[in-house]
């Protein structure tokens, strides 16, 4: 158990439609980062959270949101659900911000299919 | 841009050494990482290298790093069944396209163990 805590682990939804997925970082991090991983994009970084601000924007559709909660909570957004939304979403955590090595910690991730 | 670059795939037979090999495009990159996948999990964080290092060794695992030729290593010795998994090669860079403090990741290497 890495400390970092999705849900759900598993979703299936339709086209069009909208889900939230949840992140739990670990004890004490302060940095919330959400990735995408696809069998042809490999991961893809979406979004960074610290400590309730966003801090750096990647590869986040428009139609992606998300946000960081006082208690260090993230949930990602996905609207108007496609195809290729299909994937693999990870939440990863890290304590620090600014120099040094900066180890992310990974959850298992949130399988997501959109039939 | 940042690019990292790996093969797709590695076949080793089991207690023969294997080599990941990985290249990065962004010279000012500060921290290279290896992490690993196994089947329906996260990323595990393996080991790691700062970049004013050429080596680094951890038990059965030796990273290399050729600051001018931008090439990253990873070396598992005596691989083992369990060591079977996706690996990841990272990195941290001023202009981190994973974001002010994320990594950059290459889409991974299937590393397959033959009996």
């Known amino acids: 158990d890495s400390g970092v805590t999705q849900t759900p682990k598993h979703l299936i939804t339709a086209t069009g439609q909208r889900v939230t997925l949840r992140c739990s970082p670990r004890s004490g991090d302060l940095s919330v980062y959400w990735y995408q991983q696809s069998l042809d994009q490999g991961l893809q970084f979406l979004i960074q959270y610290y400590n309730g601000e966003e801090r750096a924007k990647g590869n986040i559709l428009e139609r992606f949101s998300a946000q960081q909660f006082p208690d260090l909570h993230s949930e990602l957004n996905l609207s108007s659900l496609e195809l290729g939304d299909s994937a693999l979403y990870f939440c990863?955590?890290?304590?620090?911000?600014?120099?040094?090595?900066?180890?992310?910690?990974f959850g298992a991730g949130s399988r997501l299919t959109v039939l | 841009g940042e690019d990292v670059e790996q093969s797709l795939f590695l076949s080793v037979r089991e207690g023969d050494s294997s080599v990941i090999n990985c290249t990065y495009t962004d010279s000012s990159s500060t921290y290279l990482y290896w992490y690993k996948q196994e089947p329906g999990a996260g990323l595990q964080l393996l080991t790691y290298?700062?970049?004013?290092?050429d080596m680094k060794q951890d038990q059965r695992l030796t990273v290399l790093l050729n600051k001018k030729d931008k090439h990253l290593s990873l070396r598992i010795a005596d691989t083992q069944t369990g060591d079977s998994a996706i690996y990841f090669c990272?990195?941290?860079?001023?202009?981190?396209?994973?974001?002010?403090?994320?990594?950059?990741f290459g889409k991974g290497t299937h590393l397959i163990i033959q009996p």
């Open positions: 290298i700062f970049s004013n290092m």
């Open positions: 990863a955590s890290s304590a620090r911000t600014g120099g040094g090595a900066n180890v992310l910690t």
């Open positions: 990272a990195e941290r860079s001023r202009s981190s396209g994973g974001g002010a403090d994320g990594l950059t």
